[in-house]
């Protein structure tokens, strides 16, 4: 236990009349801290105050306990066994977005994207703390949260994305709070998800527009996933909806023919895809889209803004200022080392990593990539601790799609990645169009092995 816990503990139990003959009269009822005119009760937390002590050991951090984050705790605990890990995390469970749209049409119930972060650490002997991250402080290596502040030898960062509706509403606050609230895009793991599931089961009839981001965003055949099984839903409960996916592409990718044939095919009066559908404007109280590619009315909506890295990049100052010269929105990071440019201390890893090659731009923001990087990271941490230069690793990417529910189906795709003699990172894409049951199999085998690789 943590001295800060213990003299929270000690006023607690002065507050309880537990040590009152060593208090001094008054104090039994409230504690007044140093700054401020009113007292707190002992427990609650300031951020200016010592989250954890210092040990003798060396510390990483990692901030966000998503896909990226979990791994690299347990992959740091296992490889770097002398270092503190401690993972921060503003969610009391994990919460899994991969195969979150099979639960949506409950293919998979919610015990299947979800595990209590406190368990796992437990179980495998990290620290987790659950805490909303408020600023990261790089000049002084310290990482502010709500209940606290933390310092650091090296930071990991996997914040995953934002959205930024920014882009469509500017600073109408209240356009985009209504947008998040009543046609959530459900691409972070929070509330939303179930918002959204409950939007769809109730869902009797009308328009269903998706609207789909920009490139880079995250898991980009995850839309059009979404799509099918909703529209597989539909049709199985004879509901008469009608999906419209606006895409700002001029075409679906990854695995074009494998969603379009299952577009055609099996959702032929369901499903409507217009390309080139880039958003012009969006009316969340009027439920009005106009677009490039024409104006829509919808009944229901997901609406998904384009994607940025998470506000916690933003915060460590790893994205590139406008004018900088370099790509912005994202971590701009080492692409083969994933540290910040400029600070070898601070890794990024997962979604909110940036610009790493000119052949492709951006890895797939995918929870496999997530995973991998985690892995690398860790190795490379545990490199440096062992007074070697680590040799770069890169990641390879792998993703299932279920397209039908009744009977089940998907396709897939593969990526894989080498560093050319030029020094450039190369990537090769291969797409499964063919529709197969045998796929949903091996999905499901790819999760298992993914699950136990990130909690045992
Ligand atoms: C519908 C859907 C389907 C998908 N399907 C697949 C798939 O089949 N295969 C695949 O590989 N990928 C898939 N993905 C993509 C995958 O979810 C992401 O690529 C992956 O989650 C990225 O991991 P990450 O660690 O970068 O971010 P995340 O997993 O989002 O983790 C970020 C974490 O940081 C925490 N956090 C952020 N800010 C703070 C703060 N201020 N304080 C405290 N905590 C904070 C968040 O709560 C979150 O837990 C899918 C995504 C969606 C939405």
């Known amino acids: 236990m943590t ?66 984050g979990i791994t690299a705790a347990r992959y740091l605990r296992q490889q770097v066994p002398h270092l503190e890990v401690v993972l921060l995390e503003r969610n009391q469970n994990f919460f899994s977005c991969p195969m979150s749209n099979k639960w949506l049409v409950d293919v998979v119930d919610m015990q299947f994207l979800t595990k209590d972060y406190l368990k796992v650490s437990e179980e495998l002997g990290y620290r987790f703390i659950q805490t909303e991250i408020l600023e990261i402080e790089r000049d002084t290596k310290r990482v502010v949260t709500a209940a606290g502040a933390i310092d650091y030898d090296y930071l990991i960062l996997s914040p995953g994305i934002r959205y930024n509706y920014e882009a469509w509403f500017g600073n109408d606050l209240r356009a985009a709070e209504a947008t998040r609230a009543r046609f959530p895009a459900a691409y972070i793991p929070s509330a939303e998800h179930f918002r959204l599931k409950q939007a769809i089961h109730d869902f009797k009839g009308g328009d269903l527009v998706m609207t789909l981001p920009p490139p880079p965003q995250r898991c980009p055949p995850s839309p ?6 909703i529209a597989s839903m539909f049709k199985q409960k004879k509901i008469p909806g009608r999906i419209i996916i606006l895409d700002h592409k001029d075409g679906v990718r990854p695995i074009g023919p494998g969603f379009r044939a299952a577009f055609e095919e099996l959702y032929k009066d369901i499903i409507t895809y217009v390309p080139n559908a880039r958003i012009e404007e969006v009316d969340p109280f009027r439920k009005e889209i106009r677009t490039e590619a024409g104006d829509f009315r919808f009944d229901h909506a997901i609406l998904m803004a384009p994607h940025q890295a998470g506000d916690l990049a933003w915060k460590a100052g790893v994205v590139p200022a406008p004018g900088s010269g370099r790509p912005g929105g994202w971590a701009d990071v080492d692409p083969l080392f994933l540290h910040d440019r400029n600070d070898k201390d601070v890794y990024v890893i997962g979604d909110a990593v940036g610009f790493v090659s000119p052949h492709f731009a951006f ?41 039908n529910t009744a009977p089940q189906e998907g396709i897939s795709v593969q990526f894989d990645y080498k560093v050319n003699a030029e020094g450039i990172i190369e990537q090769s894409q291969m797409d499964f169009n063919e529709r197969t049951a045998a796929t949903v199999p091996e999905d499901f085998n790819w999760a298992r092995l993914i699950y136990e690789d990130m909690f045992t």
């Open 3 to 68: 001295d800060r816990h213990n003299a929270s503990r000690r006023r607690f139990l002065a507050a309880s009349g537990g040590i009152a003959a060593l208090a001094a009269p008054g104090l039994a009822q409230a504690v007044p801290r140093a700054g401020t005119e009113r007292p707190l009760p002992p427990l609650v937390g300031r951020s200016s105050e010592t989250l954890l002590p210092r040990g003798k050991a060396r510390r990483v951090v990692i901030c966000g306990g998503g896909w990226g």
């Open 224 to 229: 059009y996933e979404r799509a099918c099984l």
């Open 363 to 403: 890895y797939p923001k995918a929870g496999h990539v997530a995973n991998r990087h985690a892995r690398i990271v860790a190795r490379y941490i545990a490199e440096r601790e062992a007074g070697r230069d680590p040799s770069y690793i890169l990641p390879d990417n792998l993703c299932y799609m279920m397209v």
